[in-house]
């Protein structure tokens, strides 16, 4: 069974930077055709899509977030991070990291971290 787990702040100052790492078990995240998202879901709003990491460190995002945000990895660690810049209370929301590729499909996610809740409040 894969499991992820975010983990960072979760509280945030305005303006600053958030930075969530999500640690991957079982699966390598160097594994071909497995695509590394992070999404979030605001309150009282839908999921959002924030970007993917590919199997191939290839990087791909939403167009409204992708000037704030580069998703990279550490494979030593089996690990890849969101940073998010300039942040503001529009930013407050839960941000989960996701496995997708089920079915060729980047954005097919069949596994979930737990979430993490991320504040942004001065």
């Known amino acids: 069974q894969v499991q992820l787990q975010e983990s960072g702040p979760g509280l945030v100052k305005p303006s600053q930077t958030l930075s969530l790492t999500c640690t991957v078990s079982?699966?390598?995240?160097?594994?071909?055709?497995?695509?590394w998202s992070w999404i979030r879901q605001p309150p009282g709003k839908g999921l959002e899509w924030i970007g993917y990491?590919?199997?191939?460190?290839?990087?791909f995002y939403s167009p409204p977030l992708k000037s704030r945000t580069s998703i990279s990895r550490d494979t030593s660690k089996n690990q890849f991070t969101l940073p998010l810049s300039s942040v503001t209370p529009g930013d407050t929301a839960v941000y989960y990291c996701?496995?997708?590729?089920?079915?060729?499909?980047?954005?097919?996610?069949?596994?979930w971290g737990q979430g993490t809740q991320v504040t942004v409040s001065s």
């Open positions: 996701a496995r997708g590729g089920d079915y060729g499909r980047p954005r097919a996610w069949g596994y």
């Open positions: 990491i590919a199997y191939s460190g290839i990087t």
């Open positions: 079982v699966c390598s995240i160097t594994t071909n055709n497995y695509y």
